[in-house]
């Protein structure tokens, strides 16, 4: 178990030799995270932990893969998905073109559901999906569109509970353990990586997913990141954030508008 | 440095439970009155689909009022709070809460072990874990942490649980400060305020 002066000391050393900052992250999760790491990998000495890191930048990227918690569904919250089925797609639906962000998509369930989501409602066409993350390893899995067959059963019922109609399984193609979401799906995909921490908006969007994401920062940085999720948002544009999320202490109270008992709130002006 | 934070001064209780806990949790909230020192956490076990219903069903069986949890809500003294579903609850310094989707643990999300740890570093000897019925061993290595903290724990007597596998294998694991029947219990908690 590492201390909280020694969690302190990693904290300024990560961004005094790699620039990234994670002096804004809830300690409670983050200190969980790092001693996972210190004991999966075996370290009886905190020094030689923090030396590792400092001088194989290999061994950092890892330290920062493990410490971002990637867990993610198809349809996690399926009443999410059926308010964003029928009270959002149907209002997005008269514009000629519509951009959404998924801001922290992790492994690209929630980016691949969405698109089910458009391609039902006959908008995939003409939409496009910005996909970001800063964990470069989850967005590699993202693009591939290869989730685990065991999960189908799940995301399936999840599909079916948020209002999805058709046969969940045509949607991938089932091959030894894994199942391959189609390429159609992908296409008007895009993924990158993008911090929340320090980098800026990108462009405009109508609609903004982060769910799950602002729980691991502190009030702060939450802030930091809803204002630049408001930078990126059109006038009228949806932020979606995950069902234990809000808005509430970041944003002058007037500016937006909630949808139902959902976390997902509209920009009114 | 870390930015200023107060270490947080009053007493928690926490307490765990999964299968039949919800049982003994209803034979001791009804007769809570008003609890002004203290805080109370509860993390059960629960399927993921009953989203509202345990709030809605503890807060009917007590006068205390039940904070809904969302992150980084201010935690303070004289209120219930209990672990959303799929959720790991966790405990900052400056009296916040904050949730964690990381990986289950013990099967479970939210996890008694995850929250006991965590309750146990900021709280300390401020701090009383109470294990109550459940078919599973989680929460056994939370109690360790609490009592290594310097604090209190309790275990439900596993003769009046309906599952007794949770309370036997903290009784196995640790030493209890009490094994309490359900209405002993309700007394400890009582006489807190006192
Ligand atoms: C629990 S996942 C959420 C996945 C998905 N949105 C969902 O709700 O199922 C959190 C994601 O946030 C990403 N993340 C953490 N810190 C970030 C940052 N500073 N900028 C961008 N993404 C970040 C992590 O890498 C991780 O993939």
Redo the contacts between chains.
């Keep these: 178990m590492i201390e ?1 002066i020694e969690l ?1 000391t990693l904290i300024n050393e990560v961004y005094e030799y790699y620039g990234f900052d994670f002096g804004s992250y ?4 983050l200190k ?2 790092v001693n996972r790491i210190y004991q999966l990998d075996g370290f009886a000495y905190f020094y030689e932990f923090l030396s590792k890191i400092r001088y194989d930048p290999e061994y950092y990227k890892h330290v920062v893969d493990e410490i971002t ?1 990637n ?1 993610t569904e198809m349809f996690r919250d399926p009443s999410f998905y059926s308010v964003v089925r029928n009270q959002i797609l149907p209002l997005l639906g008269t514009k000629p073109f519509i951009r959404l962000w998924h801001a922290g998509c992790s492994t690209g369930e929630e980016v691949y559901s969405m698109a089910i989501l458009l391609k039902e409602a006959g908008l995939l066409h003409k939409s496009l999906i910005y996909a970001t993350d800063i964990n470069a390893k989850v967005l590699e899995t993202a693009k591939k569109g290869i989730f685990p067959l065991r999960m189908m059963k799940e995301y399936s019922e999840n599909y079916r509970d948020s209002g999805g109609k058709e046969d969940f399984s045509n949607y991938y193609t089932a091959n030894y353990g894994i199942a391959k979401f189609d390429e159609e799906l992908a296409q008007k995909m895009v993924f990158s990586q993008h911090n929340l921490v320090s980098d800026n908006s990108f462009n405009e969007f109508d609609v903004i997913f982060c769910r ?1 994401v ?3 920062f ?2 702060d940085l ?1 802030k930091r990141a809803i204002n630049l999720f408001d930078e990126s948002l059109s006038v009228l544009g949806f932020l979606a954030l ?5 808005i509430k ?1 970041s944003i002058a109270p007037g500016k937006y508008k909630q949808l139902d008992r959902e976390k997902i709130w509209r920009k009114i002006r | 440095m870390e930015k200023d934070q107060i270490i947080p001064d009053f007493r928690v209780v926490i307490i765990g439970g999964s299968a039949g806990s919800l049982n003994a949790l209803m034979q001791i909230l009804p007769h809570l009155c008003a609890i002004k020192s203290f805080a109370i956490v509860i993390v059960l076990h629960r399927k993921s689909t009953d989203e509202q219903t345990l709030e809605e069903l503890i807060a009917l069986k007590t006068i205390i009022n039940v904070k809904p949890v969302e992150d980084k809500v201010p935690f303070l003294p004289g209120f219930i709070y209990i672990a959303p579903s799929n959720y790991h609850l966790l405990f900052e310094k400056n009296s916040t809460l904050s949730l964690d989707t990381s990986e289950k643990i013990n099967y479970s999300r939210p996890s008694i072990d995850v929250s006991f740890e965590s309750a146990a570093e900021i709280y300390k000897n401020n701090l009383t874990g109470i294990l109550l019925s459940g078919s599973n061993a989680d929460g056994t290595e939370g109690l360790k942490a609490i009592k290594n903290e310097g604090g209190t724990i309790i275990v439900q007597d596993p003769k009046s649980a309906d599952m007794p596998f949770m309370p036997n294998s903290a009784i196995q694991n640790t030493i209890p400060d009490y094994v309490l029947n359900i209405q002993e219990i309700l007394q400890f908690i009582l006489s807190i305020d006192n």
Excluded: F
């Design positions: 909280d302190e809830s300690r409670a999760s969980r995270r918690v867990v799950n602002l729980i691991y502190d009030n939450q995950g069902t234990k999320e809000t202490y």
